[in-house]
């Protein structure tokens, strides 16, 4: 790990969030792939250019976005905000005529049902695309050094280049801008353990297609960033062509309204981003929960073989004014889960606390209930598995989840990109409830694909 770049910073030194190559520690990883039959794998990919599709349509109804998050708004002031933004976009006829999309979909093996679900669709700051096509590398190589004593084939490991597709797509994107002068600004956290993942895409990107990329935080952009009256994006005397958020997901990342002018600042301007405020609100909790409903998707696609597989993977998705369901899931709090509008690990509610919280909400009435949605419990397989963190090995059993990154790259009428981009697989301890690798849930793991039911390798 140490070898390949496949390291995070270290919680236990102050300074890895802020300085590049200090107090490394490998990423948590899984020692041998996780197995999933080679029909979902198959099924989870074909699903990637349809979502990306997906995705760009709902964008572009401006109206379906506003009215479909006009109760959560009133209730989440960081929806509220978002919406403002783009509201303001709306009013002045604002057209990204060059649309970037790089987004994961995350799926779980129900075991209840034996289908392939959805956990969710994310549209902004999609982690690991740098570190999961190394851990595929690891397990490859481990394969091939022990493969006899464990009885796996290395290529039953599907091949993993998120990173370099989605450097490309980056790069595509900086193309049709047709400036050579002009860069890439990603912008990030000002403290980032998760940056050597960042800085795979930043390496491909220079190396691969001549493109130079600066990090920038949302309060250095409020600080340094200016849009000409072209509509030009220059940072510190920069001309940016394309914008990439690993950052802007969450309220924490606008502790003041110097980041929130400096979103603003940059919807306002013609750079590239990924992803504009439409694309980030098409991946929120309640749109997720709204495209479920009967008759919405056509509302967006025509074709009907698309719709129905698309349909095929949706868990079940309720908002709280659904009263019978509420109900339900307050007599049956095990098979749900409260989602409330949050990307990022740690924010959904399970188990016994659905039934406390949702008890509370309908007591405090209102549009309280708006906050979150409802949706359907997964329940995966769980298999024995050897984790490693911290350099310690131990076995557990886990379960995993599967993410398939996807790149949307668009020009007017002409589809430049529309495909699926690596994959994503994170395994955690089957008693954890969430997924998330940066807040400590899970482990990195890779594919080994099999032609049956699913057990540990």
Excluded at 209 to 219: A, Q, Y
Excluded at 331 to 356: C, S
Excluded at 386 to 396: I, N, P
């Amino acid at each position: 790990c140490a070898m390949h770049g496949l390291v995070v910073g270290d919680r236990a030194d102050p300074r890895s969030g802020t300085v590049p190559g200090v107090g490394l520690v490998h990423a948590p990883i899984s020692l041998l792939p996780s197995r999933l039959p080679e029909s979902f794998w198959s099924q989870a990919c074909e699903l990637a250019p349809l979502f990306n599709e997906l995705v760009d349509r709902v964008s572009l109804d401006g109206d379906f976005l506003q009215d479909s998050l006009s109760k959560t708004r009133q209730v989440d002031d960081f929806t509220s905000r978002l919406l403002d933004i783009h509201r303001k976009m709306m009013d002045a006829n604002k057209k990204e005529n060059i649309r970037l999309g790089l987004h994961r979909s995350d799926y779980m093996l129900d075991s209840e049902t034996n289908s392939l679900l959805q956990i969710e669709l994310n549209t902004i700051s999609v982690s690991f695309p740098g570190l999961c096509s190394i851990v595929t590398e690891l397990h490859r190589t481990l394969i091939n050094q022990y493969g006899n004593l464990l009885c796996l084939d290395a290529k039953r490991v599907p091949g993993n280049e998120a990173s370099r597709q989605f450097a490309k797509a980056l790069a595509k994107a900086w193309d049709e801008f047709n400036v050579d002068s002009a860069v890439v600004m990603m912008i990030v956290q000002p403290e980032e353990r998760n940056m050597y993942d960042q800085y795979w895409l930043v390496k491909y990107l220079r190396e691969s297609h001549g493109v130079t990329t600066i990090r920038k935080t949302l309060s250095e952009v409020e600080a340094e960033g200016r849009v000409l009256p072209d509509g030009t994006l220059v940072v510190n005397d920069r001309k940016v062509t394309v914008v990439y958020f690993r950052a802007g997901y969450t309220p924490n990342d606008y502790p003041s309204e110097a980041e929130w002018s400096a979103r603003l600042l940059m919807e306002q301007s013609s750079a590239v981003k990924c992803p504009s405020i439409s694309y980030h609100l098409v991946g929120t909790k309640k749109i997720q929960q709204e495209l479920a409903k009967p008759n919405v998707l056509e509302r967006f696609l025509e074709n009907k073989e698309e719709i129905a597989k698309l349909r095929q993977c949706f868990a079940g998705l309720w908002s709280l004014d659904d009263e019978e369901v509420v109900k339900s899931a307050i007599e049956n709090p095990d098979l749900f889960v409260l989602k409330p509008q949050r990307e990022g690990g740690g924010n959904n509610i399970y188990g016994l606390d659905v039934r406390e919280a949702l008890i509370r909400l309908k007591k405090e009435g209102g549009d309280a209930l708006s906050a979150y949605i409802l949706m359907q419990r997964i329940f995966p397989k769980a298999s024995l598995a050897s984790l490693v963190r911290g350099g310690v090995c131990h076995e557990a059993l886990t379960v995993s989840e599967l993410g398939i990154y996807g790149a949307y790259l668009r020009n007017k009428d002409k589809v430049i990109i529309n495909d699926k981009c690596g994959y994503l697989m994170r395994t955690k301890v089957s008693s954890s409830d969430e997924g998330g690798v940066a807040a400590g849930f899970a482990v990195l793991d890779s594919l080994y694909l099999t032609d049956k039911v699913i057990g540990p390798v």
